[in-house]
């Protein structure tokens, strides 16, 4: 919770947003491992959602951000396992 100094009204925040941020950096930055990362982007993409629908809905409203940028995240780290899981298949090939 967080307390605003001026009316000492704790505001709730929103965990799931933040851990939602959490797994969408994780998949950017394992996108070159092809099993975890899909994982780590699954994750990010639903939790980052879930997050922004419950900010939406009043509950944790400072976790808004958190979810838009994991939102963000989650898609130039889809873009990256892409390129990278391309790469791997031609190598391999």
Not at 10 to 31: D, M, W
Not at 61 to 86: D, E, F, M, R, W
């Amino acid at each position: 919770m967080v307390e605003n100094e001026n009316k000492n009204i704790q505001i709730p925040r929103n965990e799931i947003a933040i851990a939602g941020f959490i797994c969408a950096l994780v998949a950017l930055c394992l996108c070159w491992v092809p099993g975890l990362c899909w994982c780590a982007w699954a994750a990010g993409v639903v939790l980052s959602a879930i997050g922004y629908f419950m900010a939406d809905q009043g509950y944790g409203p400072l976790g808004k951000g958190y979810a838009a940028a994991g939102l963000i995240i989650s898609l130039c780290s889809l873009v990256a396992l892409i390129l990278c899981n391309y790469v791997w298949v031609v190598r391999m090939w």
